[in-house]
């Protein structure tokens, strides 16, 4: 069985950091594409950021491109997503996706994880 658990979220101040982490089990996590989604109050889900070892490349949204890095840790069968330079508007839950090959991800879904950035 797929399964993926976030964890990171929390409250920043604008300008902050933060880092979120996915790990996942049930799959073999090299051949899949994990990517990062976000969906805020009142908007539609918005992919983040994605990486896919198949790929060979990471994507960015244009929104966080120079803020945001995806990052894998094969071994520990987790990705990151380092956020730096956070705005208010990054304010959303953030989910973790998994599906095999290449990005955008979504076959498979984490439980989602809180990420509020203050003014």
């Given at each position: 069985?797929?399964?993926?658990?976030?964890?990171?979220?929390?409250?920043?101040?604008?300008?902050?950091?933060?880092?979120?982490?996915?790990?996942?089990?049930?799959?073999?996590?090299?051949?899949?594409?994990?990517?990062?989604?976000?969906?805020?109050?009142?908007?539609?889900?918005?992919?983040?950021?994605?990486?896919?070892?198949?790929?060979?490349?990471?994507?960015?949204?244009?929104?966080?491109?120079?803020?945001?890095?995806?990052s894998?840790?094969?071994?520990?069968?987790?990705?990151?997503?380092?956020?730096?330079?956070?705005?208010?508007?990054?304010?959303?839950?953030?989910?973790c996706?998994?599906?095999?090959?290449?990005?955008?991800?979504?076959?498979?879904?984490g439980?989602?994880?809180?990420?509020?950035?203050?003014?």
């Open positions: 069985e797929v399964q993926l658990v976030e964890s990171g979220g929390g409250l920043v101040q604008a300008g902050g950091s933060m880092r979120l982490s996915c790990q996942g089990s049930g799959f073999t996590f090299d051949k899949y594409a994990i990517g990062w989604f976000r969906r805020a109050p009142g908007k539609d889900r918005e992919g983040v950021a994605c990486i896919s070892r198949a790929e060979g490349a990471a994507h960015y949204a244009p929104s966080v491109k120079g803020r945001f890095t995806i894998s840790d094969n071994a520990k069968n987790t990705v990151y997503l380092q956020m730096n330079g956070l705005k208010p508007e990054d304010t959303a839950v953030y989910y996706s998994a599906a095999p090959g290449w990005c955008p991800a979504g076959d498979y879904w439980q989602g994880t809180q990420v509020t950035v203050s003014s």
